[in-house]
């Protein structure tokens, strides 16, 4: 089978490096810059402007990388569309403004998501703030696996044929996980409770489900696998949880019948990796 061609990446990165946190975008495509890597185009400013849409428009991946002021630790992923209205406050446009504009001018819209890095700090120096270097270094990593991900699917046949469901009620936490199993050739769904998930896992019937522990309450995780399980649902179910190591010596894996447990924040790398090896996918 032919090969797919490989998409053409744009990291665009904006935020003033003068107020510390704020220039947390133009930090990671620095970064981004120092690999230079084939087929990838890192760019940075200290705001979006209207000229950015003709960089989208010769790009099929877009990356917006900026700071946040408030929000989940490290990082916030959201997936862009052209907003219905373009709008300009204090000579600053949106990401989904500049989709827009490219929409209409250049009739193209690439696939596009905002990378919103917690900052903490945001007064007059040219440091971040400690914190704020950890959540870069987090978000980076983010971005390399997305690249690696898109160039190697490019060279393989396309969809793994696989699905997973997802379910847990923390949207960022979904929108990361569904950008890097989508990225890596996944099907994926999503359920944001317990009941929901049952109903969608014996609709679609899943080759694996990631199951938040925490959800309507501290262990709808391990109802939701028993019912799961009950019901003959027998395809590898993945906890995922931020209390870490006291899950794992508090819960019999085996007696709920799950493949293993994912500690959050989500190690990207680790998820894409044990998934492939469990449904053997290459």
Not at 138 to 145: E, P, Q, R, T, V
């Amino acid at each position: 089978m032919k090969n797919l061609k490989a998409p053409r990446i744009l990291i665009l990165g904006y935020g003033n490096p003068g107020r510390q946190d704020d220039g947390i975008g133009p930090a990671v495509v620095e970064e981004i810059e120092r690999l230079k890597l084939p087929g990838v185009t890192a760019e940075s400013d200290y705001q979006l402007v209207i000229e950015n849409a003709a960089a989208l428009a010769e790009h099929e991946k877009v990356i917006f990388v900026d700071a946040a002021v408030k929000g989940p630790e490290s990082f916030r992923v959201k997936s862009l569309i052209p907003s219905s209205t373009i709008s300009f406050t204090s000579h600053v446009i949106e990401p989904e403004s500049v989709l827009a504009i490219c929409r209409d001018t250049f009739k193209k819209v690439p696939d596009a998501w905002l990378i919103g890095v917690r900052g903490y700090e945001f007064e007059l120096a040219e440091v971040l703030s400690e914190r704020a270097l950890e959540n870069k270094h987090k978000a980076l990593d983010f971005i390399k696996l997305l690249i690696r991900e898109w160039k190697g699917k490019s060279m393989a046949t396309g969809e793994t044929g696989k699905t997973i469901l997802i379910i847990d009620d923390d949207p960022d936490i979904c929108a990361a996980m569904r950008i890097v199993l989508e990225s890596a050739g996944f099907i994926v769904g999503e359920a944001g409770d317990g009941e929901e998930g049952l109903k969608i896992a014996q609709r679609i019937k899943p080759d694996a489900i990631l199951l938040d522990l925490m959800m309507e309450t501290v262990d709808a995780g391990s109802k939701v696998s028993t019912k799961l399980k009950e019901a003959g649902f027998k395809a590898p179910i993945f906890l995922l949880s931020s209390a870490g190591d006291a899950v794992r010596y508090n819960l019999d894996v085996s007696e709920l019948g799950l493949a293993g447990i994912f500690q959050k924040p989500i190690d990207h790398n680790v998820l894409l990796r044990t998934l492939k090896t469990k449904l053997k996918v290459k």
